[in-house]
């Protein structure tokens, strides 16, 4: 059986770090309203869709912070489940902002909360650009842990670039589903390639509708989804990030850009700031073989 229900947010928890770890023990997943200020997150919106514009996919006559697509975006051939092209996408890994906003002092103090001790972020930061056009599907239910490994006590963060009402497709997950360990998996459409099997489960899915500042933290083996993209025309802009607590092993490509996409020095061409270019080198961390065959059983 399925059932939705509804994220209640958690932020009377930020100062009782006993009682958020105990939620996030139960539950897999903690839900923030407000969590970062709406100034650095609409000002990456407005980023985001200026790459959308650069290469027409957005609507002509439009307000481009309402980021309404334009139908020839149907033609676009997305690469790591970004919902952009290639050239798109490594214009959105340029971007310092990206990368600055997985730094907010407000999801690190979050997380050191959380974790107990020095929160590590993982600079393969990923962007999507969800234009609603037929490449671009819902991303099916999944568990971070088998694309991401190293640890499984990293908690990855979900936060839409604006508000993100349920019909605009935001992330959906499957309250204590951390709990029943790697779960098999078969092709699927969508982010990741492939879904979850889930026919037998019973299952209780949280949703809400997000505003600009929420935020969603779940562990590393939370299944989750997105909803679909029922607007028609209006792109879903988010960021997810990974974090994890310092002391913990990680993966060699954890430390990589997204997809590989670009290398670092190329990211980091236009950056005014030298404060985070190659941070995590900083960190003595135990490194970890990725075992390729998990991602795929
Ligand atoms: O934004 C999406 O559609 C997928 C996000 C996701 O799977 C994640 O944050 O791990």
């Given at each position: 059986m399925t059932k939705s229900a509804e994220m209640q947010p958690l932020n009377h928890l930020l100062d009782n770090p006993l009682a958020l770890r105990?939620?996030?023990?139960?539950?897999?997943?903690?839900?923030?309203?407000s969590l970062v200020p709406a100034d650095p997150i609409l000002s990456l919106?407005?980023?985001?869709?200026?790459?959308?514009?650069?290469?027409?996919?957005?609507?002509?006559?439009?307000?481009?912070?309402?980021?309404?697509?334009?139908?020839?975006a149907d033609e676009i051939e997305p690469v790591q489940a970004s919902g952009v092209s290639m050239?798109?996408?490594?214009?959105?890994?340029?971007?310092?902002?990206?990368?600055?906003?997985?730094?907010?002092?407000?999801?690190?103090?979050?997380?050191?909360?959380l974790f107990g001790e020095t929160v590590f972020?993982?600079?393969?930061?990923?962007?999507?650009l969800m234009i609603p056009a037929k490449c671009n599907v819902p991303t099916p239910p999944h568990q971070d842990y088998i694309y991401i490994q190293g640890t499984n006590s990293f908690y990855s963060l979900w936060m839409p670039l604006g508000n993100c009402p349920r019909p605009l497709g935001g992330l959906s997950t499957l309250r204590g589903s951390h709990k029943w360990g790697i779960l098999p998996t078969r092709p699927a459409a969508g982010a990741g390639g492939r879904a979850v099997i889930l026919d037998d489960i019973e299952q209780?899915?949280?949703?809400?509708d997000f505003e600009t500042g929420d935020a969603l933290v779940f562990h590393s083996q939370t299944i989750h989804k997105s909803l679909p993209n029922l607007t028609g025309n209006q792109i879903r802009l988010s960021?997810?990030?990974?974090?994890?607590?310092?002391?913990?092993?990680?993966?060699?490509?954890?430390?990589?850009?997204?997809?590989?996409?670009?290398?670092?020095?190329?990211?980091?061409?236009?950056?005014?700031?030298?404060?985070?270019?190659?941070y995590w080198k900083d960190y003595q961390m135990?490194?970890?073989?990725?075992d390729g065959a998990l991602a795929e059983r």
């Amino acid at each position: 059986m399925t059932k939705s229900a509804e994220m209640q947010p958690l932020n009377h928890l930020l100062d009782n770090p006993l009682a958020l770890r105990q939620r996030a023990d139960e539950d897999g997943f903690l839900f923030f309203r407000s969590l970062v200020p709406a100034d650095p997150i609409l000002s990456l919106r407005q980023q985001f869709l200026q790459i959308c514009d650069k290469y027409g996919w957005i609507a002509p006559g439009t307000a481009l912070i309402d980021g309404i697509a334009d139908p020839s975006a149907d033609e676009i051939e997305p690469v790591q489940a970004s919902g952009v092209s290639m050239a798109g996408y490594q214009d959105v890994q340029r971007l310092e902002a990206f990368h600055r906003l997985s730094h907010h002092p407000a999801i690190i103090s979050m997380l050191e909360t959380l974790f107990g001790e020095t929160v590590f972020a993982h600079p393969r930061n990923i962007g999507r650009l969800m234009i609603p056009a037929k490449c671009n599907v819902p991303t099916p239910p999944h568990q971070d842990y088998i694309y991401i490994q190293g640890t499984n006590s990293f908690y990855s963060l979900w936060m839409p670039l604006g508000n993100c009402p349920r019909p605009l497709g935001g992330l959906s997950t499957l309250r204590g589903s951390h709990k029943w360990g790697i779960l098999p998996t078969r092709p699927a459409a969508g982010a990741g390639g492939r879904a979850v099997i889930l026919d037998d489960i019973e299952q209780e899915w949280f949703e809400v509708d997000f505003e600009t500042g929420d935020a969603l933290v779940f562990h590393s083996q939370t299944i989750h989804k997105s909803l679909p993209n029922l607007t028609g025309n209006q792109i879903r802009l988010s960021v997810d990030y990974r974090y994890q607590p310092a002391s913990q092993p990680i993966v060699q490509s954890s430390n990589n850009p997204h997809g590989d996409v670009l290398t670092w020095e190329e990211v980091y061409e236009d950056w005014d700031s030298t404060e985070l270019r190659y941070y995590w080198k900083d960190y003595q961390m135990s490194i970890e073989p990725f075992d390729g065959a998990l991602a795929e059983r």
